[in-house]
Nanobody, 119 residues
């Protein structure tokens, strides 16, 4: 099992910034991609950004140019720097991590951290 502990959410005014962190621990052998997803009230969970162990990144169109995902492989930690925040960024943000061990794929989720952007 992999445990994911998130931190850094909170309340911020539109135009402000927040930085989310997510540390992975436990059975992290085979840890590959890590990323962030979000779920707003009444909406489905959606991808925000992902980063592979090699550093390749992928972003949702809605956050490109405003959010930056990064990763510290030595600490098994992924970060999400969120700038120029908008009220529509308000959601619960979930950390995600994937492992591949001998061909067996597993997916793990954090408990979520609330991000609220006021107008």
């Amino acid at each position: 099992q992999v445990q994911l502990v998130e931190s850094g959410g909170g309340l911020v005014q539109a135009g402000g910034s927040l930085r989310l962190s997510c540390a992975a621990s436990g059975s992290i052998f085979g840890l590959t991609a890590m990323g962030w997803y979000r779920q707003a009230p009444g909406k489905q969970r959606e991808l925000v950004a992902t980063v592979t162990s090699g550093g390749s990144t992928n972003y949702a169109d809605s956050v490109k140019g405003r959010f930056t995902i990064s990763r510290d492989n030595a600490k098994n930690t992924v970060y999400l720097q969120m700038n120029s925040l908008k009220p529509e960024d308000t959601a619960v943000y979930y950390c995600n991590a994937a492992t591949v061990r001998f061909g067996d794929f597993n997916n793990y989720w954090g408990q979520g951290t609330q991000v609220t952007v006021s107008s």
